[in-house]
């Protein structure tokens, strides 16, 4: 590569010594790249050129001007930018709708789901919020006048591939019960604490795959604010992975709403109000056109 830029050279020259590698005859020993990337924060790619590289190889990112440079023999030059050019485009944007269907006794309406719209406010967990800009929207209806209800409750996120957004379904959760237990068994001090806020809901990453399709990795979590410091506990061993056909439902996840469940829990705020009848957490991904 050619450069004439006295800053790049300068900038080269620096990261080449801190490389440690070898300056001769006014040439350095191994070729390099500097490389712009437009699309993508540039240190995240560092791990994904390194098995390009050979022994002698190197590669860091400079912040400032988001680039990536890479020092190495030519052809492994010729890999890097070829990768380079597969990788650094504009995401692919998807819309994900976390749905929730509660079935239950018709005088239990208000049990289960603390999601209830009124108003053009909704409440989740223990206050009342606007959408912040999710598209949020309650369907409740009897069932074929059996004495029962049918809800669907859903909240959207427009994600670009490979990025993360939370769903999130309980505020201010009072800090008792089974999220106690929670926060006990994985470390988190209880006594002599005053939480402020106590938050619950999923972690959501959407990647589009080659053939069409979009896998979703979906994770519980737990936030919250105690002592002027914020945590977060993500709850990895209900992590689920699902693949998705273009803009079709998945269901993740179905149990009888009497009994304890995580999933439940989590999509409820720990509300403790449970119906007499079944739920249902579905995905619906689509890819921006």
Request: proline letters at 3%.
């Amino acid at each position: 590569m050619t450069c004439f830029d006295k800053r790049v050279l300068i900038s080269v020259a620096s990261f080449l010594i801190a490389f440690d590698l070898v300056i001769c005859r006014g040439a350095f020993a191994l070729d390099y790249i500097l490389i712009q990337i437009k699309h993508r924060p540039a240190d995240e790619l560092v791990e994904l050129v390194l098995p390009l590289l050979t022994e002698s190889g190197k590669v860091t990112a400079d912040l400032n001007t988001n680039s990536i440079l890479v020092v190495d023999e030519r052809e492994s030059l010729e890999r890097v930018k070829e990768f380079i050019a597969r990788v650094d485009r504009p995401s692919k944007q998807v819309r994900i709708k976390a749905k929730f269907f509660d079935e239950n006794g018709f005088s239990d309406l208000k049990l289960g789901v603390n999601w209830l719209y009124s108003d053009d406010h909704f409440t989740v967990g223990n206050i009342t919020g606007t959408p912040m800009g999710r598209g949020l929207y309650i369907d409740a209806s009897p069932s074929g006048g059996t004495g029962r209800s049918h809800r669907e409750i859903a909240q959207e996120l427009l994600i670009a591939s490979g990025s993360s957004g939370d769903f999130v379904t309980g505020r201010s959760v009072p800090v008792d019960g089974r999220v106690t237990i929670y926060l006990r068994n994985r470390g988190i001090k209880i006594e002599g604490v005053t939480f402020r806020d106590v938050s619950t809901g999923f972690k959501v990453t959407p990647v589009v795959t080659g053939d069409g399709k979009i896998s979703i990795d979906i994770e519980p979590f737990l936030s919250y604010f105690a002592d002027e410091r914020r945590g977060e506990i993500v709850f990895k061993e209900a992590r689920t992975s699902v693949v998705s056909a273009d803009g079709r439902d998945v269901v993740i996840a179905s149990n009888d709403s009497s009994g304890g469940d995580l999933v439940y829990d989590v999509f409820s705020g720990f509300s403790g109000g449970r119906g007499d009848g079944r739920y249902y957490f579905a995905i619906n991904a689509s890819i921006e056109k």
